[in-house]
């Protein structure tokens, strides 16, 4: 009984493995045939102003990279704050792209697309939101189901009309 039952467990976690690394396949394939719609630096492609994606994360703050720690991904440079964090992202890039293309994520819901502080953010639902300040923050999650419903919704007709900063 407890080989059987040690056999069946075996093939449940090998089944979520495969699981895992073929969504994980799936979204390297989509991003690497566009381009990663994100703003950043013009002369540097810098995203996030230098802030390290993975400790909004981890450390459930803000926290700036440093240039002894850096990741080139899609025509994009990301900023570390240690070589952990930079390890997490080139695990999973796609994990750590702030939604909205780091565009704030109330004005979103409005049908528009205001440029973000990378200083002010929300993580919900395992997701990135940056926000233009400190009273937006405030305003999403009053009622953040809403905020991510309906800006979801418009996000993909806006993300075609965005000029993302230091795209070509």
Not at 128 to 139: C, R
């Amino acid at each position: 009984m407890k080989h059987s039952t040690l056999k069946c467990l075996k093939i449940l976690m090998s089944s979520i493995f495969l699981a895992f690394s073929a969504s994980s396949l799936s979204q390297a394939a989509y991003h690497s045939h566009q381009e990663l719609k994100i703003d950043k630096n013009r002369k540097t492609n810098v995203v996030l102003n230098g802030y390290d994606a993975v400790a909004y994360f981890t450390e459930m703050k803000a926290t700036k990279g440093n240039d002894m720690y850096t990741a080139e991904w899609m025509d994009t440079v990301w900023k570390f704050s240690s070589e952990d964090n930079k390890k997490l992202f080139l695990a999973n890039p796609s994990r750590y792209v702030p939604a909205y293309g780091g565009r704030c994520a109330v004005s979103i819901r409005s049908g528009r697309a205001e440029i973000s502080n990378p200083a002010c953010f929300v993580i919900e639902a395992d997701r990135l939101f940056l926000l233009a300040g400190t009273p937006q923050i405030d305003t999403f999650k009053a009622d953040i189901a809403s905020f991510i419903s309906e800006g979801d919704a418009n996000w993909p007709k806006l993300q075609k009309e965005v000029q993302f900063r230091g795209s070509k």
